[in-house]
C-alpha cells in the first residue's frame, strides 16, 4: 500500500512542478478504475471485454 500512495504521490508532485493540470483528471480516472478492478475482480471486468460492451 506505501508504494500506491508514493506513487500516487510522485505523480501529483509532477503534475504540481509542470503545470500539468490536463493531466489530473486523466490520473484520477485511471486511478479509480484500476481500484474498482482491484476490488471488483479481474474476472467481471474481462467478461465485458470479451462481450464487447
Known amino acids: 500500500m506505501k508504494k ?3 506513487i500516487l504521490k ?3 508532485y ?3 512542478k509542470h503545470k500539468l493540470a490536463y ?4 490520473f484520477i480516472v485511471l ?3 484500476a481500484a474498482l478492478v482491484y476490488y471488483i475482480g479481474p474476472a ?3 467478461s465485458f471485454i ?3 460492451i
Open 31 to 33: 486511478t479509480l478504475l
Open 23 to 26: 493531466l489530473l483528471p486523466i
Open 44 to 46: 467481471v471486468i474481462t
Open 4 to 6: 500506491i500512495l508514493y
Open 14 to 16: 509532477l503534475v504540481r
Open 50 to 52: 470479451y462481450a464487447g
Open 10 to 12: 510522485e505523480i501529483f
